[in-house]
């Protein structure tokens, strides 16, 4: 089990910035590529953006390439999202979850997840 919780999220205008962050309990946490995924209501789950084990690879959705940035701090077992220029359209629970291995956009590769955290931007 990878213990993950998010926090950070909440309501910001558009055009505005957030900063989530992922905290993760346990050891080994640089053994796990970190990805953030997003729910909006009535929509399926979709990939954002993931950082592999030693942040030598990130991936973005085409969505948020240019606006967000992952990154992670190993020693800190935590990964974070800055999320910049948002738009009405990120409105969505943002998880983190981790999977061993190279960095997938599938749900269905992740091993653990987080609860979650609100985010929503005002048009």
């Known amino acids: 089990q990878v213990p993950l919780e998010e926090s950070g999220g909440g309501l910001v205008q558009d055009g505005g910035s957030l900063r989530l962050s992922c905290a993760a309990s346990g050891r080994a946490f640089s053994s796990y590529t970190v990805a953030w995924f997003r729910q909006a209501p009535g929509k399926e789950r979709e990939f954002v953006a993931a950082i592999s084990r030693y942040a030598l690879t990130t991936r973005y959705a085409d969505s948020v390439k240019g606006r967000f940035t992952i990154s992670r701090d190993n020693p800190k077992n935590s990964v974070y999202l800055q999320m910049n220029s948002l738009e009405p359209g990120d409105t969505a629970v943002y998880y983190c979850?981790?999977?061993?291995?190279?960095?997938?956009?599938?749900?269905?590769?992740?091993?653990?997840w987080g609860q979650g955290t609100q985010v929503t931007v005002s048009s």
């Open positions: 979850a981790v999977r061993l291995g190279s960095i997938s956009w599938s749900t269905d590769d992740y091993l653990y």
